[in-house]
């Protein structure tokens, strides 16, 4: 399991763009925020840790195609059906989904403080948005895997993967921001929604992969 996280990690750094293309986009959206909400530095602030989560959602949604394709175009997801059974091909699928989430998820917590900025959240938010994507988008890639093994047959399923996805990952959103307004809003509770929001990718942590492995043996 070790040889194949370290494959699909150098897969996805060797790829190129997917981290990059989620940090220029994730860039993008918040740079243009307060652009449509004017230059009131209290409202952005405000507004902030949302639009860190938003854009970090949007953007960990950008390269999920990419966690199974290139596995079935030279052939290798075809062995992994073959040789594994539904629990180890589980299991393969979570290792693949923390592989992906490395290379192309994990740049985009780091950036987030630095994005956070120009929003003019304070450092408190600014520390509770990175803690908040760093627990919190590991789920959003276990759901993503599901959707990206259901459109793996696809052509062209990066669409389809973020109108199966997005949905499913509102719960997330909604502690993932209630969690960061916590550590800045003082009345709001911090420390409810952030376990809650741990549960949640602990818990898609294992029906994630196993959806993913049943859609993709019926897909095969």
Not at 143 to 164: K, N
């Amino acid at each position: 399991m070790l040889a194949l996280f370290l494959r699909d990690l150098r897969l996805g750094i060797r790829a190129g763009g997917g981290a990059l293309t989620g940090i220029v986009f994730f860039l993008a959206l918040v740079a243009t925020i307060p652009f449509g909400v004017g230059p009131d530095l209290n409202l952005l602030a405000r507004i902030g840790p949302a639009i860190l989560w938003i854009g970090a959602l949007l953007a960990s949604l950008l390269g999920l195609d990419r966690l199974f394709q290139a596995d079935r175009e030279d052939g290798s997801l075809d062995l992994l059906l073959l040789a594994e059974d539904r629990h180890m091909l589980a299991l393969t699928v979570l290792v693949k989904c923390l592989a992906h989430w490395t290379a192309s998820v994990l740049p985009l917590v780091v950036a987030s403080p630095l994005l956070g900025l120009f929003m003019n959240v304070e450092p408190a938010g600014l520390g509770a948005a990175a803690l908040t994507l760093l627990v919190g988008t590991p789920a959003i890639t276990f759901v993503g895997a599901a959707g990206a093994a259901v459109s793996v047959a696809l052509p062209r399923g990066g669409l389809m993967i973020s109108v199966l996805v997005l949905p499913l990952t509102i719960p997330v959103l909604i502690f993932g921001v209630s969690a960061t307004y916590g550590a800045v809003a003082d009345p709001a509770p911090f420390l409810q929604p952030f376990l809650i929001l741990c549960a949640l990718t602990l818990f898609l942590a294992v029906v994630g992969p196993l959806a993913a492995s049943a859609a993709l043996r019926h897909a095969d």
